[in-house]
C-alpha cells in the first residue's frame, strides 16, 4: 500500500505561481510511476501531468505545456508540480496519484493509477 498526501494548494492571482507537493508513504517511491490529476466542479477528472519512475520522462497534458513543470526526489519520496502562469481555468482539486511500474513510462490515463491522495484545492482568480 501506498499512501499520498498533497500538500501547497491555495488561492492565487492569475499569473502567480503555487507549487504543490506530494509526500508518499508505504512503499518506495522510486517502484512508481507517478502523476497528477485534477478535477474541475462538474468535470471529469483529467490528467494534468505525469512522471516515470526515473523521473527522465515526463507527459504533460496540452493545456498545462510550457506553464507546468512535474518533477519527482525519490531519496524524499515526494512528487512536485510547479504551476506557473496560472489561469482561471486551471482553479480545480488536484490529486497526486501512483502505480507500480517496471517500464520507465509515464502513463497519462486515469485508470492505471492504484493510489490516489486526497486532493488539494487549487483556485485562480482574475
Known amino acids: 500500500q501506498v499512501q499520498l498526501v498533497e500538500s501547497g494548494g491555495g488561492l492565487v492571482q492569475a499569473g502567480g505561481s503555487l507549487r504543490l507537493s506530494c509526500a508518499a508513504s508505504?512503499?518506495?517511491?522510486?517502484?512508481?510511476?507517478m502523476g497528477w490529476f485534477r478535477q474541475a466542479a462538474g468535470k471529469e477528472r483529467e490528467i494534468v501531468a505525469s512522471?516515470?519512475?526515473?523521473?527522465?520522462?515526463?507527459y504533460y497534458a496540452d493545456s498545462v505545456k510550457g506553464r507546468f513543470t512535474i518533477s519527482r526526489d525519490n531519496a524524499r519520496n515526494t512528487e512536485f508540480l510547479q504551476m506557473n502562469s496560472l489561469k482561471p481555468e486551471d482553479t480545480a482539486v488536484y490529486y497526486c496519484?501512483?502505480?507500480?511500474?517496471?517500464?520507465?513510462?509515464?502513463?497519462?490515463?486515469?485508470?492505471?493509477?492504484?493510489?490516489w491522495g486526497q486532493g488539494t484545492q487549487v483556485t485562480v482568480f482574475s
Open positions: 508505504g512503499r518506495t517511491l522510486s517502484d512508481y510511476a
Open positions: 496519484a501512483a502505480k507500480r511500474s517496471d517500464s520507465d513510462i509515464p502513463y497519462s490515463r486515469y485508470g492505471t493509477y492504484h493510489y
Open positions: 512522471i516515470s519512475w526515473s523521473g527522465f520522462n515526463t
